[in-house]
């Protein structure tokens, strides 16, 4: 796998930033306290930098980078595999590798998908997204 470049590199840095400080400001003062503006601030970028990289304040909980990871992870299963199995596996290696990388954010996150109307509203929207990655992959 290649290293990602500087521009990407530094993409990946805004945009963890941005979470980090969001995730920071909804720990402290609520998430629906929160404004855009806050986050903005506290990430040391403009509102219209932060809805470059996060559509909603709800995607800032939302958005990651796991789909690909899994899809990689189930892609590298053995042919045969029974697919329960195959995507099961996938998962465990994944979420052991993003819960090595940061297991506060991963836990603040899934807090928040599961506590705020808004953002398990929007989780339930988007999971099609990853059933249609699962599908196309295991289609292969």
């Known amino acids: ?3 990602p470049g500087l521009r990407e590199r530094k993409k990946q840095k805004t945009r963890s930033a941005i979470q980090r400080e969001a995730m920071r400001l909804f720990q402290e003062q609520g998430y629906d306290a929160t404004t855009v503006e806050q986050i903005a601030e506290a990430a040391e970028i403009s509102q219209s930098t932060f809805f470059r990289y996060f559509p909603t304040k709800e995607d800032v909980v939302l958005l990651d980078d796991y789909d690909p990871i899994i899809a990689r992870l189930v892609a590298a299963r053995p ?3 029974p697919v329960a199995t195959a995507i099961r596996e996938a998962m465990l290696e994944a979420m052991g590798a993003v819960f090595a990388e940061d297991e506060k954010l991963v836990r603040d996150r899934i807090e928040f998908m599961l506590s705020v109307p808004a953002i ?3 989780m339930f ?3 099609s997204a990853t059933q249609e990655m699962l599908c196309g992959v295991l289609s292969e």
Do not use: L, P
């Open 79 to 81: 042919a045969g595999e």
């Open 125 to 127: 929207e988007q999971s």
């Open 120 to 122: 398990r509203g929007r």
């Open 1 to 3: 796998m290649t290293k």
